[in-house]
């Protein structure tokens, strides 16, 4: 696949937008990278089964660096909940290793397309239904945080985002503030993604037909391209977020999951 300047910029485009959704939304870009990246690779030739592995895996890695970028802008005005990030990150680790190394290389791109598009739109709903959590009810203890952060993991490595599709709700759902659950999501990024992009590398390294330039299912000039990009908008997406009604917030990050699983819902059926 010839990596020809008008695939330069709209790699670029990519990586602007999905480091300023990573500050914004604490998801870690993937849920955008995902979809479009699944596009550019299927317009260039890419089978469509391939090209949304390998969307998955390069947008995984991205979220290394969209991570860290948009955690310290974050954590400079005391919105992470750093207890929580210690307490879910192993489980994080374990779930994450069991997806990217084993289901993942198993399971066919177009029913990693549907699994996408499944929990992302219920994701969208829990948002938009807004249902209240009880007055009283707290994260539960090391044991159920370690629980909860190995299914966070592994539904992270099965459909290549940083997991805040599933841990903002379920973080909200415990009492935590929005805007603390988005900021502590984005800390859990990194665990998330490293432990998931190295079972990715192992799963795919003796794979045929990978395009030029992958390592595994990972998209080395994608991953170079977008993530150089998006580590200068996820701080702006950061300090946004900290100026956005707590409503308007939930709307913005039901309407994109919406979207992104349509999108996907589309390609996994078309396939």
Request: hydrophobic share 55%; aromatic share 10%.
């Amino acid at each position: 696949m010839p990596f020809e300047p008008l695939l330069i910029l709209e790699l670029a485009a990519l990586g602007l937008a999905t480091g300023f959704v990573a500050g914004l939304l604490g998801i870690g870009g993937g849920m955008l990278i995902g979809p479009f990246l699944t596009w550019i690779l299927t317009s260039r030739g890419v089978p469509a089964d391939i090209a949304v592995k390998m969307a998955i895996a390069t947008s995984m890695a991205t979220i290394m660096f969209t991570s860290i970028s948009s955690v310290r802008a974050h954590h400079q005005r005391g919105a992470v909940r750093w207890d929580v990030v210690k307490r879910l990150a192993p489980g994080i680790v374990l779930g994450g290793a069991l997806a990217s190394l084993g289901v993942f290389a198993l399971l066919k791109g177009t029913t990693l397309a549907l699994l996408f598009a499944l929990f992302i739109g219920y994701s969208a709903t829990q948002m938009f239904l807004d249902k209240k959590p009880k007055p009283n009810r707290q994260m539960p203890g090391t044991a159920g945080q370690w629980a909860a952060g190995s299914v966070i993991g592994f539904l992270s490595g099965l459909v290549g985002a940083g997991g805040g599709f599933v841990s903002v709700p379920f973080m909200m759902a415990h009492n935590i503030p929005i805007i603390n659950a988005v900021a502590t999501s984005a800390a859990l990024g990194f665990p998330i993604a490293l432990a998931n992009t190295s079972g990715y590398v192992l799963a795919g390294l003796a794979l045929p037909g990978l395009p030029a330039w992958s390592l595994g299912y990972v998209w080395l000039p994608g991953l170079a391209v977008i993530a150089a990009c998006s580590v200068w908008t996820a701080p702006l997406g950061a300090r946004t977020a900290h100026k956005l009604p707590v409503a308007k917030l939930k709307r913005v990050f039901a309407c994109v999951l919406y979207l992104l699983a349509a999108y996907m819902l589309w390609k996994g059926m078309s396939a």
